[in-house]
């Protein structure tokens, strides 16, 4: 499959303990960036950046229950649970992965993203591959 209107960005970890992720993406040369609370989503998030390496965003749960709560409850040392891609045209870069064969479901249609600047973001449920997350540009 080629998608032009998709371009890797990052790995999504989620965890229940960041520094222990921190610690071991820091061992690996990363940096890490301001991390963020994100009230849509109640997580907190982290991107961590690499000179050569792919960027690692570490998400741990908000203070209520959601989206990552049972993941990290399941998955006590943390579990990567989605690609992220950037895309120039979300609407060409889903009809690139229907054109493909791919049934992509959305789960979270494009909210402002507070650890990109406010950059939307949504997330969908590729049948067959996982979850992703698609950053538009602006």
């Known amino acids: 499959m080629t ?3 998709l371009k890797f960005h990052h790995f999504g970890l989620a965890v229940r ?3 222990e ?3 071991f993406v820091g061992r690996l040369g990363y940096e890490p960036g301001n991390f963020v609370f ?3 989503q109640n997580v907190h998030l982290q991107l961590c950046t690499h000179a050569t390496h792919p960027a690692v965003e ?3 749960p908000g203070p209520t229950p959601g989206p990552v709560e049972k993941l990290t409850e399941r998955h006590t040392s943390g579990i990567i649970y989605h690609l992220c891609y950037e ?3 979300l609407t060409a870069a889903l009809a690139g992965l229907e054109a493909a064969g791919l049934t992509a479901i959305c789960i979270s249609p494009p909210t402002p993203a507070p650890l990109f600047g406010g950059r939307p973001v ?3 449920r590729v049948v067959g591959i996982g979850l992703i997350e698609i950053l538009e540009i602006n």
């Open 87 to 89: 895309t120039d045209s």
């Open 58 to 60: 570490i998400i741990w």
């Open 17 to 19: 303990r960041p520094d």
């Open 3 to 5: 998608n032009s209107h």
């Open 21 to 23: 992720a921190r610690k």
């Open 38 to 40: 994100d009230p849509v």
């Open 122 to 124: 949504s997330f969908y």
